[in-house]
């Protein structure tokens, strides 16, 4: 007969109370609940997200944006509500790293590990400070209930090993009368599932566009600049 870890493991527990006595039942069970069923409710986790296709990715995103609060009015607890759920997002959704790697392009190898890391933490506080939901972008442009819609087109795999594709949907605006192409290109990651790298509105890259103003600051001023702008930006913003 065959038994996999977790089993030899239940049975070992078994044997240990039989043996024992009743006395060891609530360390059995305490082990189970701190050791083996995290493991395995992560690894079903992680079956889960291996099994969920690149489209799904996008809409597991959309739905989060649906608890999204927008409104003139907001309360000190919304605008914390809508802090954490867009940091949440662009910790679980987005690779803020590898968009760095490819907007930094030649510049990136060149930089030690600790600039890397710290060109990560300035780009995921810039991205939660000016960062625009298309929720808030629909409420600034619209009053009606129905702000936007969106439309799910597919996706298709970039590179023969489908580790990354490229997803595609449409945003209607009935209030303005516009459909605006909004494609995300998403990699496998390591855990499982999919994250976003680059966003590409009506052609426009979000990564194409760092990776000109990047190399344009570098290529003059070095590098030692774009940090000290991005870290002022930031500055700004929070002052505001």
């Known amino acids: 007969m065959r038994c996999n870890k977790n089993s030899v493991l239940t049975m070992a527990l078994a044997v240990a109370v039989v043996l024992l006595g009743g006395s060891v039942t609530t360390w059995a069970i305490s082990v189970w609940e701190k050791s083996v069923a995290p493991r395995l409710q992560s690894e079903a986790a992680r079956k889960v997200k291996l099994a969920q296709t690149p489209t799904e990715a996008i809409k597991e995103l959309d739905r989060q944006l649906d608890d999204y609060r927008t409104g003139d009015h907001l ?128 052609g426009s890259s979000l990564v194409e566009n760092y990776a000109y103003q990047f190399d344009t600051i570098i290529t003059k001023d070095g590098y030692p600049e774009l940090v000290h702008r991005m870290e002022k930006k930031l500055d700004e913003m929070h002052k505001k």
């Open 75 to 202: 309360s000190a607890d919304d605008v914390e509500h809508n802090r954490l759920l867009k940091r949440k997002i662009l910790g679980g959704t987005f690779d803020i790293r590898e968009l760095c790697r490819i907007s930094l392009g030649s510049h990136w190898p060149e930089r030690t590990a600790l600039e890397q890391d710290h060109l990560v933490s300035l780009m995921t506080s810039l991205l939660e400070e000016k960062a625009v939901t298309s929720k808030e972008q629909g409420q600034q442009r619209s009053k009606s209930k129905e702000v936007y819609s969106v439309r799910y087109m597919g996706d298709t795999a970039l590179g023969t090993d489908k580790q990354r594709a490229q997803v595609k949907t449409t945003v209607h605006v009935p209030s303005r009368n516009i459909t605006i192409e909004l494609f995300y290109k998403v990699r496998r990651a390591p855990s499982g599932g999919w994250k976003i790298y680059d966003v590409i509105v009506d």
